[in-house]
């Protein structure tokens, strides 16, 4: 039997983020409503002694069954380019081998913000390998930097944010990407209340940044932070932060209905045929209201806000299914990112 030490990191992904869009370069300012859900990306790093000094660090990503070496001094971006990126920002211990293992129960492409979820957490446990640490403010904006600056991507703030602070969050960016977060902080009797009425449904296709974000945002032009629709998402997020407050579902129903026709106003395809009949399935079990996750397109999950009936909630998430979509287990995650250290014993 041999004992490894391993050091462990966990970080929730992102569900209704009311005012998404608006945390963009090109929105230039904006208000995000949004919340950090389980199920949690998991990052487990086993340290032992390197017995190839160029290609001590393994990464294994057990949601794609694929295993692979990297020296951490010359990485080529070929086949996980995020989680390369991420090895090779971080400081790596040059005496030392690790093995990463990287793990999600979310489905990928769930439009619910798990890559930035990864990148967080990957980078929480890098970190803990030497002195010092980042507070959850700096591993978000260092995970948003590796998509934007490392790989070129587009890429909004909001995602790393949640899965960092974790909990309801209130996101004021000032200035793309300087912000500031709150937490929203309310009873434990509304808390659980929102988190029995919530259900997450995925459409079974995973999102991607398609051709028509690319329109949406050549659409909105050199002004995009005085577009009417980008000032109805700011103001959206406001009202989904004061009806959380006050405990108001009816409101935050509202405002997650409006957010999504203003998804629809961006573009048509933003809010795709199958999230369409996610959500007349749902009105129809008296749903309150009903969030496109993410940007929107052709892929992805949709958030639903039930009317406080669990029964009516369970009939409709099995009507669903039998129309080929799939209810996530989720539940509200109190806690952003979180590091520590353990062991694993071996034969």
């Known amino acids: 039997m041999g004992v ?9 992904i992102r569900i209704c983020d009311i005012g998404g869009w ?15 859900v389980y199920p949690y990306v998991e990052v487990q790093i086993r340290i032992s002694e390197p017995t ?20 951490p001094e010359d990485i080529d971006y070929d086949k996980h380019p995020l989680i390369e990126a991420a090895v090779d920002v971080m400081e790596i211990p040059r005496e030392m081998a690790f093995h990463i293992n990287i793990y999600s129960s979310a489905p990928p492409g769930a439009s619910a913000g798990t890559s930035a979820a990864v990148s967080v957490a990957l980078i929480g446990a890098l970190d803990s390998l030497t002195a010092g640490r980042l507070t959850p403010h700096e591993t978000a904006m260092l995970a948003h930097s590796l998509e934007t600056e490392k790989l070129g991507l587009q890429c909004g ?16 960016m000032h200035s793309f990407p300087r912000a500031s977060v709150s937490s929203i902080l ?13 259900a997450v449904v995925y459409i079974g296709v995973p999102h991607s940044s398609s051709a028509v974000h ?3 945002i050549a659409d909105l032009g050199q002004d995009a ?14 009202q989904a932060k004061d009806a959380v407050y006050e ?33 007349e399935v749902a009105k129809e079990f008296g749903a309150l209201g009903c969030k496109v996750n993410g940007a929107g397109g052709d892929g992805g999950s949709l958030t639903i806000l039930t009317n406080g009936d669990s029964a009516q909630k369970r009939v409709m998430l099995k009507e669903l299914g039998k129309c080929g979509y799939q209810s996530l287990d989720m539940y509200l995650s109190r806690y952003g990112i979180r590091v520590w250290q353990g062991s694993v014993l071996s034969a």
């Open 52 to 71: 190839d000094e160029h290609k001590r660090v393994t990464l294994n990503l057990e949601n794609f069954g694929d295993t692979y070496k990297v020296n």
């Open 225 to 238: 932070c005085n577009d009417e629709r980008m000032i109805a998402m700011r103001k959206l997020a406001h």
């Open 4 to 12: 490894h030490k391993v050091h462990n990191a966990v970080a929730p």
């Open 22 to 36: 608006t945390d963009t370069w090109f929105a230039g300012f904006g208000s995000i409503f949004n919340i950090a």
């Open 247 to 279: 405990g108001n579902f009816v409101q935050l129903g509202a405002a997650m209905d409006a957010n999504s026709q203003v998804q629809r106003e961006l573009h048509k395809e933003l809010v795709c045929a199958a999230f369409e009949e996610i959500i």
């Open 186 to 198: 309310i009873p434990n009797d509304i808390w659980w209340e929102l988190e029995r009425r919530l």
């Open 214 to 216: 690319q329109m949406v």
């Open 157 to 172: 703030i909001q995602d790393q944010l949640c899965s960092a602070y974790g909990g309801i969050n209130f996101i004021e």
